[in-house]
């Protein structure tokens, strides 16, 4: 491409949060972003910005620019304050209306429950996803403490029927942009309990509609095989269904193994060898693996949260298709006292995965410091957490250099159980961090021209 013609080009920015297009802006929208930061936060809070440039950019300057605008937006999402305000996320938010050219307007939107249910809510494109689950939540009659414990997730079903779990929506989308703008039937918006304490089922199930809710999921992951179930175990749970005992059929539930566990497409590990395929589910406290080795041999673990030093996302071009990205999520795990090995799961839900172990992290960490889980509830559903409100209480086991020379350091954090390596998804990197202590969402800049716009 001509020099020139690359100079003019280069006048948006794609970017990608978690792996997924979100918005396209230019850089005055952030610069306006970054003076209305400043105005309200003071200067000393806002990191650096990009300055502007009187004379046209090379296009070696192209690309630093991008580069410095990408750290710009991960170092605002990760500031404890900056991140989670709103003057930050309505930018997001507005920038993904502008870009998919949704006016604001009524509309209807369908929410999923897990029994298969369909309620479908009016709402304005421009509700974010707190309003969509607020209105859902009254629709239902659930009960204002408990709507904090449920949240909305993005799924794609099968022509089998089989479910895989996109992302969480977060604070920073629309509900409704999101899902129209993949034009694809196959995508839902399901409603599905968010937290993983099985221990808080008790409080879910004090109100009819928080029973029927987490019934009506219970009963779906034991269909869908998420929940392992015996003969013996079937037959008592479809004695208790017939009776309509919906209690007792959750509380037998509880007994059994994966209860309430997220069940993962089938991908592939390096563990207990390299290229074995796996079928992984989260919950518990833990990443369970259901591996099958090269020699057709099948075999179960589980990886506990607590003994994992770190983790992060690795994102990379796969030389089997063609401008395809490939995910991974590694974790470096505690084997016995003093071996410490990292383990890989190749998985286009990578990310899914590393959301799934934070909020079990979360989870522990307020717990262990005597915090509140209600508390924890209603900071995920008004806003994003502030890692600083659960770092205190579990210990990582001993630190140590990643045993990988070609892999990147991880930051040593003696209160952190996840990894803060950081860097943005670019185009000119075969493999970048995606930091799994920024989990609801990290900022990848691409450079596009107005033809794209």
């Known amino acids: 491409m001509d020099e020139s013609l690359l100079q003019t080009l280069m006048k948006a920015y794609n970017i990608h949060v978690n792996g997924v297009l979100h918005c396209r802006v230019r850089y005055s929208q952030l610069l306006g972003l970054h003076e209305q930061i400043k105005k309200e936060y003071g200067s000393n809070v806002v990191p650096s910005f990009p300055p502007k440039k009187i004379f046209t950019l090379t296009p070696a300057e192209v690309e630093q620019r991008r580069e410095q605008l990408e750290k710009y937006m991960q170092a605002v999402r990760q500031h404890p304050l900056l991140g989670s305000s709103d003057l930050f996320n309505s930018f997001l938010r507005k920038a993904q209306q502008d870009t998919q050219h949704v006016p604001t307007e009524e509309v209807t939107l369908d929410i999923w429950l897990s029994s298969g249910q369909k309620v479908t809510v009016n709402i304005l494109t421009s509700d974010q996803t707190e309003d969509v689950l607020d209105v859902v939540a009254t629709k239902l009659d659930l009960p204002d403490y408990l709507v904090g414990y449920f949240s909305l997730f993005l ?55 928080g029973l029927n809710l987490l019934y009506g999921q219970t009963v779906s992951d034991v269909e869908r095989g998420w929940i392992l179930v015996n003969k013996d175990q079937h037959r008592q749970l479809k004695s208790l269904q017939e009776k309509g005992s919906k209690k007792e059929f959750i509380h037998l539930c509880q007994t059994l193994k994966y209860y309430g566990n997220v069940k993962f497409d089938p991908c592939v590990t390096d563990f207990p060898e390299k290229d074995c395929q796996v079928i992984v589910s989260a919950g518990n406290n833990e990443l369970n693996f259901h591996v099958k080795l090269p020699n057709e041999q099948m075999k179960e673990g589980s990886f506990k949260v607590t003994r994992m030093r770190c983790w992060r996302v690795t994102s990379s071009v796969s030389p089997t298709s063609s401008g395809g990205v490939k995910l991974e999520l590694s974790f470096e795990y505690l084997m016995s006292k003093d071996r410490l090995q990292w383990v890989t799961i190749t998985s286009q ?105």
């Open 155 to 209: 799924v794609r079903e099968g022509v089998d029927g089989s479910l895989t779990f996109v992302r969480k929506l977060q604070e920073f989308e629309l509900p409704y942009v999101s899902i129209t703008s993949l034009q694809n039937s196959e995508f839902h918006i399901v409603l599905r309990k968010s937290y993983w304490d099985m221990a808080y089922d008790a409080d879910v199930m004090d109100s009819r509609v």
């Open 349 to 453: 839900q990578a990310i899914m995965m590393s959301i799934c172990l934070q909020a079990m992290v979360d989870e522990l960490m307020v717990k262990k410091s005597g915090g509140s889980i209600k508390k924890l509830l209603k900071k995920r559903h008004n806003g994003s957490i502030h890692r600083s409100d659960s770092q205190q209480a579990v210990k990582s086991p001993p630190l140590l250099d990643s045993p990988d020379p070609n892999r990147d350091q991880t930051i040593k954090l003696s209160t952190k159980l996840n990894s803060v390596s950081l860097r943005g998804i670019s185009a000119s990197n075969s493999a970048n961090d995606i930091s799994s202590d920024d989990f609801h969402g990290n900022y990848a800049f691409e450079g596009i021209g107005d033809d794209d716009l």
